[in-house]
């Protein structure tokens, strides 16, 4: 057996685990249980965008070449199907939890979901990926990719449960489609140095948005 050929999907369970070792010390039992439940409503969140690319392919585009094609798969199959399910368990199943007290948590349970999500598109793409000849490179980026992805689609559902309009909530997912969709559209494209630039940028504005969320005190944006 090549294990080296497995090691990229141990990467989502392994962040999976680390997140929940850390959360042990910090949240009640029933919250760090639906925080975990996360993970797991997150491996499910993969299979329309499988289904959907398994389809396609299949019997509609045997092969991606042109442009067009390329953004199809890139903005409509992968982007809008991955971060759409995501968007829709975390805004209205975990969203209105009790145990959602405070911005921040919106980027716990979205990274959660996106691990998860991570788990399943991995081993999937790990036998199905006939987009390009990177599937090495997919399989290494995929983690981090929904990471960072992950906390920016957090950031802004978790403010909108303290505001009263959908702007928090619609402008996380538009950013999530769009940057998925982007990232998805670098490695079928092969672009890796339009890849390295948006890898930068996701982390740099996912990052200060993290820290403007554990900055942020709830009686400030009611």
Known sequence: MNIEKYLPLLIAPI???????????????K???????????????????????????????THVHSLRRIIFYSFVLIGFLSEFIKFVMLRFYYLPKESFTKPFDGILFSVMLAMGYTTTA?????????????????????PAANFFIG???????????????YFDSLTGLAAALFLYGFYSFCLISQDNVLLGFLGA?????????????LNTNVNSIL
């Open 15 to 29: 962040v999976f685990f680390i997140l929940i070792l850390l959360a042990h010390k910090i949240m009640e039992k």
């Open 122 to 142: 991995n081993s999937f793409f790990l036998y199905e990926w006939n987009y390009s000849d990177n599937v090495r490179l997919v399989l290494y980026t995929m």
């Open 31 to 61: 919250v760090l249980n639906l925080f975990a439940s996360a993970y797991f409503v997150g491996l499910l969140t993969a299979i329309p965008m499988i289904l959907a690319l398994y389809f396609v392919y299949e019997y509609w585009l």
């Open 151 to 165: 906390i920016i689609l957090g950031f802004f559902t978790g403010m909108s449960k303290f505001r009263t309009n």
């Open 201 to 213: 940028g996701i982390v740099i504005i996912s990052l200060m948005l993290a820290a403007k969320s």
